[in-house]
């Protein structure tokens, strides 16, 4: 039986010297996490390609397509590795063509010569394979529209075959862009946030606000689904959950009705920039779109970001909503998002809240309020799950006795 593997293609714009070796590393080591038992020993870095052995030769294809949704990754194949035997490459060909696209009635070859020294051309490789597919299997050859198109790649010692290419994710691998703290609802929008975020290389932690005790813990349950959803592109550490309605029952007894869910918003701000500072994370994200809703204005919006002292990144904030649809469809996440739960916003939610507030108002409203003592209270509740991520650093554990820099609430890691 011929060896296979997923052969791993990125893209190699930007890198250069150190940057490259360090990318390549990386990709490496998150494909080998991603993949875990499908694969068969290390993963190998060959000519600008990434090479994944594949334990079992059957599973060559969704190998390839698992491995094309890790960030950094621009196509994949599901290669066969074959000697420079011509003979072999022949029937690597058609065996790839059986697999990959069994229904096909045309095909065209595409093959490349990186090692020089290989004799054949990539032209005579091209006439000499095709020839023998068209034999063996009467295919026609098409070189416009193709149903399949087989790719045999020299590289060194060696030839890769594979039929189609699996198209990635593209982005940067996880881990080259340091970490954020991403503010995760169960609702549609944030997951994709969190994931845009992930394709171009952060380390993601996430947060999420439930109204427990005002209700019940359906919306975590559900946040931990869609953590589990996003897991797969190895980029989400760790999610941590808030229970935040204690919190929402003292802002609605003691703030102006309209200004309520700004100030809600604001707090959860607040205590995600204090897990920042516990995780090492320069930037929050968030999954707000320019006048999506009501709340997204933006005066609605600079109101928010006064409250932080790091970058908000909105990276859905140019989307449409069937855009950011087509998104969450994509990476799994929409089936997640859609299932009904109480969201801790609609909590104490009043009649009419505010479109265009203003900052003084806020500040205003918030002097009234022990904002410190809240953060370090939503701190105290906070629990939280990890994930497979092999980028993610936890935050190291405070030695007892020593104060860190929000020390009201115990560390979490012994939560
Ligand atoms: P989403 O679909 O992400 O819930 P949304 O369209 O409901 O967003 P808003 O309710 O205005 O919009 O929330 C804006 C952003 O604030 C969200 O995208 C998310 O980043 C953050 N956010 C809102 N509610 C929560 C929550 N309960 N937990 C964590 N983050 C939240
Ligand atoms: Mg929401």
């Known amino acids: 039986m011929l060896r296979r593997a997923a052969l791993i293609h990125y893209h190699e714009i930007g890198l250069k010297g150190r940057n490259r070796a360090a990318f390549e590393r990386r990709l490496a080591a998150n494909l080998a996490a991603a993949l875990g038992g499908e694969a068969d020993g290390r993963v190998r870095r060959i000519a600008s390609r990434l090479l994944v052995p594949v334990a079992r030769p059957g599973r060559a294809l969704e190998v390839a397509r698992r491995a094309a949704a890790i960030p950094g990754v621009s196509y994949t194949g599901a290669a066969y590795l074959v000697g420079r035997a011509a003979d072999e490459m022949e029937r690597a060909a058609l065996e790839a ?43 026609r050859v098409d070189l416009q529209q193709p149903d399949v198109t087989v790719h045999v790649e020299v590289v060194q010692g060696d030839a890769y075959v594979y039929a189609g290419k699996v198209s990635g994710v593209g982005g940067l691998p996880v881990g080259t862009s340091g970490k954020v703290v991403a503010l995760i609802s169960a609702g549609i929008d944030s997951p994709v946030a969190a994931w845009r975020l992930m394709k171009r290389g952060a380390v993601v932690v996430g ?51 309209d200004l309520r869910v700004l100030l809600y918003r604001r707090l959860m701000i607040r205590v995600a920039e204090a897990l920042a500072e516990r995780e090492g994370a320069l930037a929050l994200v968030t999954g707000e779109s320019l006048g999506q809703v009501a709340s997204q204005t933006l005066e609605n919006i600079a109101a928010v970001d006064a409250s932080a002292a790091r970058p908000v990144l909105r990276p859905l904030i140019g989307m449409d909503k069937l855009e950011i649809i087509g998104d969450a469809r994509a990476i799994g996440t929409y089936e997640l998002s859609i299932q009904p739960h109480a969201d801790c916003c609609t909590l104490f939610m009043p009649r009419t809240p505010a479109t265009r507030a203003r900052v003084e108002d806020l500040d205003a409203a918030e002097d009234a309020l022990d ?34 820099p929000e020390q009201a609430g115990p560390d979490v890691e012994e939560v």
């Open 97 to 139: 063509i059986a697999e990959a696209a069994p229904g096909a009635s045309s095909f065209a070859m595409d093959a490349r010569r990186s090692s020089t020294d290989y004799p054949e051309s990539s032209m005579d490789m091209n006439v000499r394979i095709g020839r023998a597919v068209q034999q063996a299997t009467g295919l």
């Open 371 to 404: 904002t410190g003592r809240m953060v370090a209270d939503a701190l105290a509740s906070v629990r939280h799950e990890d994930y497979a991520c092999p980028a993610y650093r936890p935050p190291r554990r405070r030695r007892p006795g020593r104060s860190g």
């Open 207 to 257: 947060v999420h606000f439930s109204g427990v005790p005002h209700t019940d813990d359906l919306s975590e349950r559900f946040a931990r689904e869609i953590g589990g959803a996003l897991e797969r592109y190895g980029g989400l550490g760790r999610l941590y959950f808030v229970a935040f309605g204690d919190l929402q029952r003292e802002i609605s007894l003691q703030a102006p009705p």
